[in-house]
């Protein structure tokens, strides 16, 4: 019998954010594999499943982390290959920032083996929720951080700016948890080119359980170099501008405007009999 894998979420927040579907496939897995936020959420999803395996024990500090994901892809698919129901449930979103969803799905599907994603409440979904953060307002542009410092990226000051992993900020090793104060003054360096050095930013941490505080610290941006910073900590950077018209654009939407209004005020055939 052909075995198969679907990657499920069970949001941020433990036991409260997981769909009935996520919670379905976790109950019916023959394996489940697990990357968990703590041990009371993986306490959790072994009271659903009795076979339940952790895949944090891959992580080791100064180890390349693309290394380690690879591991934790291969020891999914092997359990797949000898015709298991295997599920690997991952907190938040299993596709975000979750690159061992998407890899063990894309090799799956290579050796022409069943695998789908389920989605689960993300970070990202946290922090609009807790900030008041509508990114249909001024619009949001996200990235990684250490991604955003390697290439040029347009900055947008007129919408909010969400870096994700601030703390790894300018890590080209992929083995660190965590980087110095001589990389962040880096980062604050390049957001300087755009932003006020006083500009209030957010450092945010989505709840893990329900009895936890949401972090929703309010700084300056210089103070980013000194801030406490964890791996699941997001910074947040509001606009510091309004949104600048394009007159271009307007004046020849309202040209078409104008048009469609002749056409429907044009004269009307009357039907003579």
């Known amino acids: ?27 019916h897995a023959d394996v489940v594999f697990s990357l968990m936020a703590n041990g009371f959420a993986q306490k959790w999803l ?19 982390r693309n290394i380690t994901y690879n591991e934790m892809v291969d020891t999914i698919l092997d359990a797949v290959r000898e015709g ?23 090799k799956a ?26 990114p249909g307002n001024t619009g949001c542009a996200h990235f990684e951080t250490s991604q955003f410092m390697f290439y040029k990226r347009k900055v947008d000051n007129s919408a909010h700016l969400i870096l994700w992993q601030v703390a790894l900020a300018g890590d080209k090793s992929l083995g660190k948890f965590s980087t110095g104060k001589a990389y962040r003054q880096v980062l604050v360096d390049l957001l300087l080119e755009h932003y006020p050095a006083d500009h209030e930013v957010i450092l945010y941490e989505a709840k893990g359980i329900a009895i936890d505080t949401m972090r929703a610290d309010k700084i300056a941006l210089t103070e980013l170099v000194d801030a406490e910073l964890h ?8 606009p510091s501008r309004k949104m600048q018209p394009n ?14 209004e002749r056409a429907k005020s044009g004269p009307k055939l009357t039907l003579v009999l």
């Open 247 to 260: 007159e271009e654009v307007l004046a020849r939407l309202a040209q078409i405007d104008k048009k469609e």
């Open 84 to 106: 298991k129901k295997v599920v690997a449930a991952f907190y938040g979103h299993p596709g975000v920032f979750a690159c061992v969803a998407h890899r063990a799905i894309r």
């Open 231 to 238: 791996m699941h900590t997001t910074m947040v950077v509001p």
């Open 46 to 64: 072994e009271g659903i499943n009795d076979n339940v395996h952790s895949l944090q024990h891959f992580y080791e500090e100064g180890k390349n």
């Open 109 to 134: 599907k290579l050796e022409e083996l069943p695998a789908t994603m389920e989605p689960g409440i993300s970070a990202e979904d946290c922090l609009y929720a807790d900030l008041g953060i509508d």
């Open 1 to 27: 019998m052909s075995g198969n894998l679907t990657c499920v979420g069970t949001g941020m927040t433990l036991g409260a954010h997981v769909s009935p579907i996520a919670l379905s496939h976790i109950e």
